[in-house]
């Protein structure tokens, strides 16, 4: 591809301010059509970029002569959608996760293979310098063979990080209500699963018990407490959700907080730093023979990672090596977010094997 990528935008909400910091300051991609089915909304941003085309409809939207469409719309719409860029011969990137069900997923896959584009699935954590440092220690056998792992996610006050649009808000908590998939475990949730998935290959089963809260925009899914088995490797993994809504999380994004510990055979790999930053601690230590290392000199400017990420499909497509996260592997983490959400409604073990028959 030797002239620049044309990229549309269909959904305008607050993350499109992450997505698009990997298109700046490029010549070989521009930003060059936006859609939102609300007209204030797309005015209010259209404004920022003179250069691109605003629709409020997204058939005309598809007919801009794009070349990428970055679908940042709410997951219940990512299936028609990218199923209609396919089917112009457009390259799609789908924010997580891909779509509401299994099938959905599989529909976006063949679309794609029948018009011989590619699909991403759209994850920022596999280019964030710490966890990407964390994976490149284990493959060099830091901490010899992975044994468990634990997870912790903690929401605070909105009230005092990004500002964010109450309406979405409430269409997640309302996806919740109707599907038991929840923002902090099914939706942003999406990151932990796809970072264990990268660390450790396939699940076998998931057990989780999931509470229910009420916000001013309607309920959330926490506390919660998952746990879930890997195949080959077989780690554990334990994954602890709170929603504190009075707790002040130092951040320059969302009001959320992550950690993620790993212990080996002969060690044990803390990253303590992601969306927050918290905790004024090493972002990642390797505790080992005895002694910690800490590595205080790793980028962990968390909203980075969303321009290293576009930056990479950019480059893939340029040199035709297909999607840094694949449609396939962006079903693997849908997958898991389902059985979640499927075990704490039955109160018991999901196999993960179970939801394909």
């Known amino acids: 591809m030797t002239k620049a990528l044309r990229v549309g935008f269909a959904g305008l909400g607050r993350i499109l301010t992450l997505h698009e910091r990997g298109y700046r300051g490029r010549d ?11 007209p204030a909304r797309l005015a209010e941003v259209g404004a920022a970029y003179p250069d691109a085309r605003t629709f409020t409809r997204f058939e005309d939207f598809l007919d801009a002569g794009l070349d990428l469409v970055e679908i940042l719309s709410p997951h219940p719409f990512h299936a028609e959608q990218a199923e209609a860029a396919f089917a112009r011969g457009l390259h799609v990137s789908v924010q997580k996760p891909m779509a509401m069900s299994l099938a959905e997923a599989d529909r ?3 679309a794609a293979v029948a018009a011989g584009r590619v699909l991403r699935v759209f994850e920022n954590f596999r280019f964030y310098p710490p966890p990407a440092r964390r994976k490149a220690l284990i493959d060099e056998g830091a901490i010899g063979r992975p044994l468990h792992c634990r997870l912790r996610t903690v929401a605070g006050d909105p009230a005092r990080a990004w500002k964010v649009a109450g309406d979405t808000w409430r269409w997640r908590a309302q996806i919740f209500e109707k599907h038991r998939a929840g923002r902090l475990t099914f939706d942003d949730g999406h990151h932990k699963m796809a970072t264990a998935l990268w660390l450790f290959g396939p699940v076998r089963d998931v057990f989780a018990r999931i509470e ?10 926490a506390p919660a407490s998952i746990t879930w088995r890997h195949a080959d490797p077989p780690v554990h993994v334990i994954w602890d959700v709170v929603h504190a809504p009075k707790l002040q999380v130092r951040t320059d994004y969302y009001s959320l907080d992550e950690c993620f510990e790993v212990t080996g055979e002969t060690g044990i790999l803390t990253v303590t730093r992601a969306t927050g930053r918290m905790l004024d601690q090493p972002v990642l230590t390797l505790y080992r023979d005895g002694e910690v290392r800490a590595f205080h000199n790793i980028d962990s400017d968390w909203g980075g990672s969303f321009a290293a990420a576009t930056g990479a499909l950019v480059d893939a497509l340029k040199a035709g ?23 704490a409604r039955r109160g018991e073990p999901v196999d993960l094997a179970d939801l394909d028959t």
């Open 28 to 38: 070989d991609a521009t930003i060059a059509a936006l859609f939102d089915t609300d």
């Open 108 to 110: 976006m896959i063949a």
């Open 212 to 221: 229910t809260n009420e916000t001013p925009f309607g309920p959330i899914d």
């Open 321 to 343: 090596t297909g999607a840094p996260l694949t449609g396939a592997q962006g079903r693997a983490v849908l997958a898991l977010g389902l059985a979640i959400a499927e075990s």
